[in-house]
């Protein structure tokens, strides 16, 4: 059974930095790209990032792009996201989730929530 | 402002038909494959449509989707109270490089 459970949230203040992390299990991880998409309270979901099997290509949201990093390492089957000078407007439950090969996304987190308040 | 365009709400009474419909433009839906996404409250999204049209295995029959030039749908049969959620269509976008979605449509089973 695929799982992806994430961790990291937390409240923070405009300007500080957040690393998540994403623990995956259940499948070959360095087979799979690996997305990180967030949902604001109440609102939508918006991809923020992807990273392909390797670590060699990576992706961003022009709303986080020079911001934030994914990275990954295969060898702790993990995700990551250091989320830098955040801002109050990236207030939302963060999930990771698997690409599929239409750079789409097919298992999901249940998400962790950052907080950016003063 | 999302990127594909649905309906912010749809409703159905038990065992209708409801669609939903999600627009987009040649670099996203136009040239890329659709999924669909359903959220229950307070749950992740579930894969529910991929490729336009395809089930992944343990999704009913009762769902189905079907894209045509730069729009794609999703169709729910014979409506159930479970079916209450929020949908969400997405497409890789070729011009910004990354996924985009639907605004998201919340399915009111009446």
């Known amino acids: 059974e695929v799982q992806l459970v994430e961790s990291g949230g937390g409240v923070v203040r405009p300007g500080g930095s957040l690393r998540l992390s994403c623990a995956a299990s259940?499948?070959?991880?360095?087979?799979?790209?690996m997305s990180w998409v967030r949902q604001a309270p109440g609102k939508g979901l918006e991809w923020v990032s992807g990273?392909?099997?390797?670590?060699?290509?990576?992706g961003y949201a022009d709303s986080v792009k020079g911001r934030f990093t994914i990275s990954r390492d295969n060898a702790k089957n993990s995700l990551y996201l250091q989320m830098n000078s955040l801002r109050a407007e990236d207030t939302a439950l963060y999930h990771c989730a698997r690409v599929t090969n239409d750079n789409l996304f097919d298992y999901w987190g249940q998400g962790t929530l950052v907080t950016v308040s003063s | 402002q999302s990127v594909l365009t649905q309906p912010p709400s749809a409703s159905g009474t038990p065992g209708q038909r409801v669609t939903i419909s999600c627009s987009g433009s040649?670099?996203?839906?136009?040239?890329?494959?659709v999924y669909w996404y359903q959220q229950l409250p307070g749950t992740a999204p579930k894969l529910l449509i991929y490729r336009n049209n395809q089930r992944p295995s343990g999704v009913p029959d009762r769902f189905s989707g079907s894209k045509s030039g730069t729009s794609a749908s999703l169709a729910i049969s014979g409506l159930r109270s479970e079916d209450e959620a929020d949908y969400y269509c997405a497409a890789w976008d070729d011009s910004l490089s990354g996924g985009v979605f639907g605004g998201g449509t919340k399915l009111t089973v009446l």
């Open positions: 990273i392909n099997w390797n670590g060699g290509s990576t």
């Open positions: 040649s670099s996203n839906i136009g040239s890329n494959y």
């Open positions: 259940g499948f070959t991880f360095d087979d799979y790209g």
